[in-house]
Nanobody, 114 residues
Framework: QVQLVESGGGLVQAGGSLRLSCAASGSTFSINAIGWYRQAPGKQRELVARISSGGSTNYADSVKGRFTISRDNAKNTVYLQMNSLKPEDTAVYYC????????WGQGTQVTVSS
């Protein structure tokens, strides 16, 4: 079973940047498409960015042009560079496999103040 540990969240002012990391154990991480998800209070978890095993990326319209997902398979790590942050980006951010999710990690809190 793959274990996921998200980190890099924090409190930032609108317009600022953060870089999230998702570190995973297990040998199957590198062959899976990985997504960054977020869940704001009172809302459902949503997929904001995904990256295939080969590096192809897709983004939700709400973050397109501001967020960049990348991966380092040698380190079993996926990153989310978040620029031009907005208060509506405030949420707990999680990573997981897109097709067959593993057990969810604890996530990392991102809070954007106006």
């Amino acid at each position: 079973q793959v274990q996921l540990v998200e980190s890099g969240g924090g409190l930032v002012q609108a317009g600022g940047s953060l870089r999230l990391s998702c570190a995973a154990s297990g040998s199957t991480f590198s062959i899976n498409a990985i997504g960054w998800y977020r869940q704001a209070p009172g809302k459902q978890r949503e997929l904001v960015a995904r990256i295939s095993s080969g590096g192809s990326t897709n983004y939700a319209d709400s973050v397109k042009g501001r967020f960049t997902i990348s991966r380092d398979n040698a380190k079993n790590t996926v990153y989310l560079q978040m620029n031009s942050l907005k208060p509506e980006d405030t949420a707990v951010y999680y990573c997981n496999a897109v097709l067959r999710p593993w057990v969810w990690g604890q996530g990392t809190q991102v809070t954007v103040s106006s």
